[in-house]
């Protein structure tokens, strides 16, 4: 009887520290909130919209906007809200600052994550709920989203004074280079993830990637399917659903241009966005596989081309006079067009109601020369079978960067959590050596 009792003094004690701890973090999780809430609020030109908690780690969400110029060298032009998206963990601990290239997404990635660290997620100005009332495209350059990143920077600095990272994927990756090249102080390290870095308002090398990607049997099967389609276009547009071909093409100029857009794409995506190897590519002739194998490349016949889905890439289309970036080399398939007869068409679709700015090869030269020769504190990852990889950034020894090509890896998949073992140690040394921060790579989510 007395064997019971203790038994149950202990379960009750047990149960009370438990209460104890419990009822303590959860009051430190309120005092900590609060004090959150009122720092935000501090911050000249910031707003919060909404506000999560989680548990587990512990880490509030913040959906923010800043109060940006529309010109930063003229505030008299007026002023937009640009989206931000904040994970808090802890004042103390280091800010990964994101430099979106479109749309802003919810405030997690891979530094993130192996750091334990706060998050900063800017949406691109011009892009999604960033931009004014009226879209004046003389505004719409890097020099002012770079501002824009800069303004960010100095706001939330008075509150996070560890250390800042930038990063960004794809275009974003991009613009996390740009920010670096104009802002080089506002960050410690920045992280570029697939970025593309073109020569040129037509780079070459996209051609040469595609002439030998995958091998010479490969790079054939894909031509001859290429022909095969367009040899067959009034066909197979026939047997593309009503409800596709019912959608708005007047930025291409017709459901017959974006078919051709799309065959003419094909290449360039199945090393960017798939995984599929040679032996996926049809060669039996039969117009159904093939529009099949196209399905399979991009999820779409060619509503990929429709204004309701090119519309939100515009402005990323615009600044392609800054950046630079790809066409379609049509010399083998000239006889076998309809619409595109002549000068090779570019990818950066714009519909007529958008000037296309004049390409400024000053921009790209001065980037690229800035990446070569001072680019210090950098790591780039870029994806082994990813078509931008053709693209990718060109550093010399004069710098301190590493770079990270991660095997077979398309533009989706070039990730850190995708590096062979000795990679991401590689990854995690360099890292270290440029921050002195230590990543704990079990943190990343499969």
């Known amino acids: 009887m007395k064997k019971k009792k203790i038994i149950q003094f202990k379960r009750f004690t047990v149960f009370i520290l438990c209460s104890l701890l ?4 959860f009051s430190y999780g309120q005092v900590n909130e609060m004090s959150v809430d009122s720092a935000l609020r501090t911050l000249k030109d910031v707003r919060v919209i909404r506000k999560a908690v989680t548990f587990n780690p512990y880490s509030l969400q913040y959906q923010l906007e800043i109060r940006q110029p529309v010109d930063h060298n003229d505030t008299t032009k ?3 809200y640009q989206q931000l998206a904040l994970l808090h963990r802890d004042f103390s601990k280091p800010m990964v600052i994101e430099t979106e290239g479109y749309n802003g997404r919810a405030p997690k990635n891979e530094l993130e994550q ?3 660290c706060n998050d900063l997620n800017v949406e691109f100005r011009y892009f999604n709920k960033s931009k004014p009332d009226s879209l004046q495209w003389q505004y719409c350059t890097f020099e002012q989203a770079t501002a824009d990143l800069h303004h960010i920077n100095q706001v939330f600095h008075s509150l996070y004074h560890s250390k800042w990272i930038s990063t960004g994927i794809s275009r974003g990756g991009e613009t996390t280079l740009i920010y670096r090249y104009f802002y080089p102080d506002d960050v410690d390290l920045s992280v570029p993830y697939v970025a593309p870095f073109p020569n040129d308002i037509e780079d070459k090398r996209i051609y040469a990637f595609l002439d030998t990607a995958g091998g010479p049997s490969c790079v054939q099967k894909i031509k001859n399917l290429q022909m095969f389609l367009l040899q067959h276009e009034k066909e197979a547009i026939q047997k593309i659903s009503f409800p596709e071909r019912q959608l708005h093409y007047s930025a291409v100029g017709g459901v017959g241009q974006a078919y051709e857009y799309a065959v003419l794409e094909y290449p360039f995506a199945f090393w960017q ?6 032996k996926d590519i049809p060669s039996d002739e039969d117009l ?7 399905y399979k490349v991009f999820g779409n016949y060619i509503s990929g081309f429709s204004d309701e889905s090119t519309e939100s890439f515009y402005t990323h289309y615009y600044m392609t006079w800054q950046t630079g970036y790809y066409k379609y080399d049509i010399t083998p398939f000239k006889k076998y067009l309809q619409y595109f007869t002549d000068a090779n068409p570019t990818s950066a679709i714009l519909p ?10 000053d921009f790209d030269k001065k980037i690229n020369e800035w990446i070569a020769t001072k680019g210090n504190n950098i790591l780039y990852i870029y994806g082994g079978r990813d078509t931008w990889s053709a693209c990718k950034a060109d550093f010399t020894d004069k710098v301190n960067a590493k770079l990270f090509m991660v095997p077979d890896a398309n533009h989706y998949l070039a990730r850190i959590k995708n590096m062979p073992p000795a990679m991401q140690k590689e990854f995690g040394e360099a890292l270290k050596r440029m921050t002195g921060l230590t990543p704990d790579f079990s943190k990343l989510n499969n």
Do not use: K, M
């Open 352 to 361: 007529p109601d958008i000037p296309r700015h004049t390409y400024d090869p």
């Open 288 to 294: 159904d596989n093939y529009l099949a194998s196209l």
């Open 78 to 80: 007026g002023f937009f």
């Open 22 to 25: 419990l009822s303590f973090s």
């Open 114 to 116: 192996i750091l334990n």
């Open 273 to 278: 966005t798939t995984t599929l190897q040679e």
